[in-house]
């Protein structure tokens, strides 16, 4: 058993007969009144994300989790299929257990969470940021807005990003997985 002092991004917990992954949280001190967490639950069995607060002090009971590392081979459908690279398995994943499925290249290392009570795969974690090449994109006209203007990318694995002005087609950009927002333009 686990306390509130010890939520953090990305641990498992077991709350109404399910097993929810952490993607955010906030500790909260009113003025008034005891201390208490604020999270953001996003369930590894349907994908589901809810808001819930936890009272400080509130015991949790976390799931034991280990880690392997495997490389994505290709989508089909709904599923996502990845092989470890250390014994070579295959496993197929549901696109609701990844966190961003567009930003995905085939061959991509991720880290895949398992349940050590029954060796389920729980989520899978992304690099912080890919370097993808954007195939389109509409030209940028020079003096055209005031500040900072954004324009619709899309990148070699299908996703829609927005970027700067300045970036054209066939340029590498680095972009942030946790928000699926642009990062730096790459030079090689």
Known sequence: MASTS????G??????????KIIEFLHVKPGKGPAFVRTKLKS?????????????GHKIEDVRVETRSYQYLYPEGE???FMNTDDFNQITLQESSLDAPGLLKEGEVVTILFNTEDSMPLSVDMPASVVLEVTYTEPGV????????????????????????FINEG????IDTSNCSYMERVKE
């Open 142 to 165: 020079k003096g055209n807005t005031a500040t900072n203007a954004t324009k619709p990318a899309k990148v070699e694995t299908g996703a829609e990003v927005n970027v700067p002005l």
């Open 11 to 20: 641990l498992c917990i077991r709350y109404n007969n399910d097993i929810y």
């Open 79 to 81: 599923t996502y299929h």
């Open 44 to 56: 590894v069995t349907s994908g589901k994300v809810l808001d819930n607060t936890f009272s400080s």
């Open 171 to 174: 340029d590498k950009i680095k």
């Open 6 to 9: 010890d939520i953090r991004k």
